[in-house]
T-cell receptor, first 110, second 116 residues
Framework: ELKVEQNPLFLSMQEGKNYTIYCNYS?????LYWYRQDPGKSLESLFVLLSNGAVKQEGRLMASLDTKARLSTLHITAAVHDLSATYFC??????????FGAGTRLTVKP | GAVVSQHPSWVICKSGTSVKIECRSL??????MFWYRQFPKQSLMLMATSNEGSKATYEQGVEKDKFLINHASLTLSTLTVTSAHPEDSSFYICSARDIAWTGELFFGEGSRLTVL
């Protein structure tokens, strides 16, 4: 059974600092997703990673995928308050749905 | 990007009543839609996979007689919570896969159900 482990679960950081969120998964998959969720809202798609070595960047966020290590990272550069949210990674399953990690609740403090 | 619309956004109902939530793909055809449930401060848990024109596939532990799913067209799936109880209160989110599968799933805005 596919298991997705995300860490850390909670993260409090100062504005301007860098940090990385990790997503490990247990079985082979070629689809890895990162989403952002604000309180009371649905998911906002950040990145879709479909191949080994894929790296995508959008603003202060950069995601990468290593399918051999079954690891994806979401790197935050020079954090700002607006990035405060919960971030989920999700791994694609054979039936085309996805299994979600537990989420990382990020708080960026001024 | 593709748009998935859920309705209603939130609903409050009395215990014992049934509630229907709609999930529509507005600008694409979706052969497959997924229904998730999210409790406060938790992750999303897949409840069932909805396939157009066929029966839904339910995840282990999800009561198919309680959570009725109908996917009658390529743009609409419905989730009906029958005889709702307070423990069914949750945030329900649907996602849809484009018939031209690109690897991405598109999520609805979510529907918050509160059962009194």
């Amino acid at each position: 059974e596919l298991k997705v482990e995300q860490n850390p679960l909670f993260l409090s950081m100062q504005e301007g600092k860098n940090y990385t969120i990790y997503c490990n998964y247990s079985t082979t998959s070629d689809r890895l997703y990162w989403y952002r969720q604000d309180p009371g809202k649905s998911l906002e798609s950040l990145f879709v990673l479909l191949s080994n070595g894929a790296v995508k960047q959008e603003g202060r966020l950069m995601a990468s995928l290593d399918t051999k290590a079954r690891l994806s990272t979401l790197h935050i550069t020079a954090a700002v308050h607006d990035l405060s949210a919960t971030y989920f990674c999700a791994v694609g399953r054979n039936n085309n749905d996805m299994r979600f990690g537990a989420g990382t609740r990020l708080t960026v403090k001024p | 990007g593709a748009v998935v619309s859920q309705h209603p956004s939130w609903v409050i109902c009395k215990s014992g009543t049934s509630v229907k939530i709609e999930c529509r793909s507005l600008d694409f055809q979706a052969t497959t839609m997924f229904w998730y449930r999210q409790f406060p401060k938790q992750s999303l848990m897949l409840m069932a996979t909805s396939n157009e024109g066929s029966k839904a596939t339910y995840e282990q532990g999800v009561e198919k007689d309680k959570f009725l799913i109908n996917h009658a067209s390529l743009t609409l799936s419905t989730l009906t919570v029958t005889s709702a109880h307070p423990e069914d209160s949750s945030f329900y989110i649907c996602s849809a896969r484009d018939i031209a599968w690109t690897g991405e799933l598109f999520f609805g805005e979510g529907s918050r159900l509160t059962v009194l």
